[in-house]
Antibody, heavy 122, light 107 residues
Framework: EVQLVQSGAEVRKPGESLKISCKGSGYTFTGYWIAWVRQIPGKGLEWMGVIYPGDSDTRYSPSFQGQVTISADKSISTAYLQWNNLKASDTAMYFCARPRQYGSSYDAFDIWGQGTMVTVSS | DIQMTQSPSSLSASVGDTVTITCRTS??????LNWYQQKPGKAPKLLMH???TLQSGVPSRFSGSGSGTDFTLTISSLQPEDFATYFC?????????FGQGTKLEIK
């Protein structure tokens, strides 16, 4: 079964660092882009950026460039989303997602992780 | 960034009704428009890609149309499980922006 499994919910204080993960299985991890999508509670979906685990090519939305770091470790089929200086406004559900087609970044997401809730509060 | 405008933002309908949700983009995106359904506490589910291609396993009461800047998602003969929030997304240009969502509620 093709799936993305994300790490569990996190609670941090403003200014702290955090790295959440998304592990792919059931498919060739290095051949598909992985995207990160933010959803603030009760709000819409925001495309944050994508990474191609095969060569670590990474692209960010201008809204998130410099605010987060996307990375991947192909040896363990895992993508990451990292913050170095969390803010209360980072409180949200974060989803990883995989496009339908091998090698394509310009495609719909047919596989989604279950989401990781990040709460930033003093 | 390409701006996405979905309408309506909310919609009330009854089981058996037909409803249409519209998505308009700030520039032409050819047919690179996708539709997702999201239920509370769950990840989005892909319904339609490249405007009118039904994702495998999605019931045929869902249909999509459009090209350029104007797109629609139509749900015929609404079923109880269709009451959810629907999002459009363009995959033409990075960042692949989403619409703000349409919440479909039971009347």
């Amino acid at each position: 079964e093709v799936q993305l499994v994300q790490s569990g919910a996190e609670v941090r204080k403003p200014g702290e660092s955090l790295k959440i993960s998304c592990k792919g299985s059931g498919y060739t991890f290095t051949g598909y882009w992985i995207a990160w999508v933010r959803q603030i509670p009760g709000k819409g979906l925001e495309w944050m950026g994508v990474i191609y685990p095969g060569d670590s090519d990474t692209r960010y939305s201008p809204s998130f460039q410099g605010q987060v770091t996307i990375s991947a470790d192909k040896s363990i089929s895992t993508a990451y989303l990292q913050w170095n200086n969390l803010k209360a406004s980072d409180t949200a559900m974060y989803f990883c997602a995989r496009p339908r087609q091998y090698g394509s970044s310009y495609d719909a997401f047919d596989i989604w992780g279950q989401g990781t809730m990040v709460t930033v509060s003093s | 960034d390409i701006q996405m405008t979905q309408s309506p933002s909310s919609l009330s309908a009854s089981v058996g009704d037909t409803v249409t949700i519209t998505c308009r983009t700030s520039q032409s995106i050819s047919i690179y428009l996708n539709w997702y359904q999201q239920k509370p506490g769950k990840a989005p589910k892909l319904l339609m890609h490249v405007a009118s291609t039904l994702q495998s396993g999605v019931p045929s009461r869902f249909s999509g149309s459009g090209s350029g800047t104007d797109f629609t998602l139509t749900i015929s003969s609404l079923q109880p499980e269709d009451f959810a929030t629907y999002f459009c997304q363009q995959s033409y240009n990075s960042p692949h922006t989403f619409g703000q969502g349409t919440k479909l509620e039971i009347k």
